[in-house]
């Protein structure tokens, strides 16, 4: 076994690093507090070949592999987490399940222009009364001639405000629980489709959340993604990987969170010494450190078996699993080290605070993490 990463991979890591510093970190808080999609950001990520990371180059894609994915996720994060968030979503919600299930025509329609950036792409799945029970999803899908009419209504639909493109899961009838969910590829533009209410959250403010509303929306045939009754397979296996690029994410908020509270605990002094001297903040900072590297080695052992093997939900939702809660423990304790002034938002750990939360809660809650992993290790196979 060898821990070192490929010399590919490190002058990633260094471009990455590099350009979130200079692009995206001083930009953060602006974005943070006008909640505006940064589509500038978008923009600059698709130059460095960051929308499509993991689409061959025949498709529009940089073709790197799972590891390196995580690397990019996980230093865009650092500087800016709805970015990270931004890019996830279409890298591993959107072009993965077209590049994996889509046909010849779809991927050249859909996957070269989001996999290159030119357009933004997004997932929509949860809907008002249905998030952690996918099955139960109730969008209805039916076909008539040569379309299929989606009816229903979609929340909390990341990069929802500018996506171009959206892949959508509806049920050819809902008492077939996920025998009857359906994926399909539904352009903007489509009749019957519309805009609700943006979301005003916590956290991950700029990431354009929103309601899709699919009121009678027209999807031509060919846009069905997969087969009939392939749809909840395909988002589950969309989410295996999903939920490495939100572990990705978790762990570029958990390091900037302890590389601000590095900094603050060794300028600030109280007692007559630099309170990083004291040892209640050192053991903060050790757990903290410690966290972030178990977190780190957990992605990347997700992204390789994701790139080894078709199934791999118990690597991915371990990962998630501990890096989302990881990282909110870090944005907790980097808040707690920089006293008062971590609850002000002058201070980046408070935004980092607000930010860590929906780690746990988006593209799978811990619990139901826990319940995929005991799933997994309870199977008798
Ligand atoms: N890959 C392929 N197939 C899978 C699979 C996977 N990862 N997981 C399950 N399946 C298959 C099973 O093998 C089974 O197939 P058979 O019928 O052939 O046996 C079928 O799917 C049903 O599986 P389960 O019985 O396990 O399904 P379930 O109803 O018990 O649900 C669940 C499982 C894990 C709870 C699932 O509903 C789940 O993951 N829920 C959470 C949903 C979620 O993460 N939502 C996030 C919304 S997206 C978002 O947040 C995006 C964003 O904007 C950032």
């Known amino acids: ?61 940089a073709g790197f592999d799972g590891v390196s994915y995580v690397i990019a996720i996980e230093e865009v994060s650092r500087a800016c987490a709805s970015t990270g968030v931004i890019l996830s979503v279409n890298n591993s919600l959107f072009c993965a399940p077209i590049l994996r299930f889509g046909n010849e025509t779809q991927k050249r329609k859909y996957l070269v222009p989001h996999a290159r950036g030119e357009r933004i792409g997004a997932y929509c ?45 509806a049920t050819l009838d809902p008492g077939l629980r996920h025998k009857g969910i ?17 979301e005003h ?35 589950m296996a969309t989410l295996d990987g999903g939920r490495i690029g939100i572990a990705a994410q978790a762990i570029g908020i958990a390091r900037a969170a302890l590389e601000e509270s590095l900094a ?39 992204a390789w078996t994701r790139d080894h093997r078709e199934r791999c939900s118990l690597e991915t939702s371990m990962a998630k699993l501990f890096a989302s809660e990881a990282c909110m423990r870090a944005a907790r304790e980097g808040v ?10 002058e201070f980046t750990v408070e935004r980092l605070f607000r930010d860590a939360k929906i780690t746990e809660i988006y593209e799978g809650t811990s619990e139901i993490q826990r319940l995929v992993i005991a799933k997994e290790i309870l199977r008798e196979d």
């Open 336 to 345: 707690q080290i920089h006293g008062g002034y971590g609850y002000i938002n």
């Open 125 to 169: 799945l949860t809907e008002p009364q249905c998030g952690s029970d996918a099955a139960a999803l109730s969008t209805l899908a039916r076909r008539t001639g040569d379309r299929y009419l989606l009816k229903g209504n979609k929340v909390f639909v990341t990069n929802g405000v500018a996506a171009d493109t959206f892949v959508v899961y």
């Open 264 to 302: 603050y605990s060794q300028g600030r002094q109280a007692f007559g010494q630099r309170i990083a001297d004291f040892q209640a903040i050192q053991w903060k900072l050790a757990d903290m450190a410690t966290e972030i590297e178990a977190a780190r080695l957990l992605a990347y052992r997700a």
């Open 182 to 198: 359906c994926a399909f590829i539904v352009e903007r533009g489509f009749p019957g489709l519309s805009l609700g209410k943006p």
């Open 201 to 235: 959250k916590l956290g991950i403010t700029c990431s354009g959340s929103v309601e899709i509303v699919l009121d009678g929306c027209e999807v031509p045939a060919e846009n069905l993604l997969g087969t009939e009754g392939e749809g909840f397979k395909i988002a």
């Open 1 to 61: 076994m060898d821990f070192h990463l490929t010399r590919e991979q490190d002058m990633l890591r260094e471009t990455v690093r590099a350009f979130a510093e200079e692009v995206l970190k001083p930009r953060a808080a602006g974005l943070d507090r006008s909640r505006e999609f940064p589509v500038d950001n978008y923009r600059r990520c698709a130059e460095l070949g960051l929308c499509g990371m993991m689409v061959p180059e025949t498709y529009g894609g």
